[in-house]
């Protein structure tokens, strides 16, 4: 079996499922007359088209959205870590590790950010770094299927643990809609390291 091949086309697999950071998470309303719940819908609106432009690959003016929305609210994380997201797609992983830490600066619990931290730690080969970030991220949120498979790889393959990511694995497959087909095999070699 070929890990690098594997590994690298299941962390992108992994990366696009982790999507976006789903919601603008309370930005303010940008229309003073407007009652708070018309103008939570306004932005939620707003933002959800920018997410959609973003996902058709409409990553130019998805940015555009996103930077003026977190010029306006920087105290929401949610424009910020679509940002990031944007930015580790294009292989900019400098700015995404910049903005993904300007995120957890506004909100230390953020998943999404904490997982991409993970994956440019484990990119970098700072392990331990890693391991600490997806741990984060599984404590704010245990059920994150992204975080879960990240974490089993990097205990598996990286540092050597198979007997600690076997039950990642189970995990993941007992969460994921549409476990990778490639589950099987990772589970049987993991089993055969043990």
Known sequence: MNWDKNLGAALLLLLLLSGCALGPEGLDAPALKDSPEESEVHLQAVFAEAVVLMQNGDTGEAEARFEQMAAQYPHRPGPIANLG?????AGDV????????????????????????GVIARMTGDF??????????????????P????????????LGEPAKALPLYEQYKA?????DPR????????????
Do not use: C, G
């Open 183 to 194: 589950l099987k095999d990772w589970m049987f070699d993991a089993k055969n390291r043990i």
């Open 175 to 179: 969460l994921a809609d549409d476990p």
């Open 85 to 89: 997201l944007l930015a580790f797609q």
């Open 128 to 145: 331990p770094a890693a391991e600490q970030y997806y741990l984060k991220a599984l404590a704010t949120n245990p059920e994150y299927v």
């Open 94 to 117: 400098e700015l995404a590790r910049n903005r993904f830490e300007q995120v957890l600066s506004v909100n230390p619990a953020h998943t999404v950010a904490l997982n991409h931290l």
């Open 147 to 158: 975080v879960i498979l990240n974490l089993a790889f990097l205990l598996d393959i990286y």
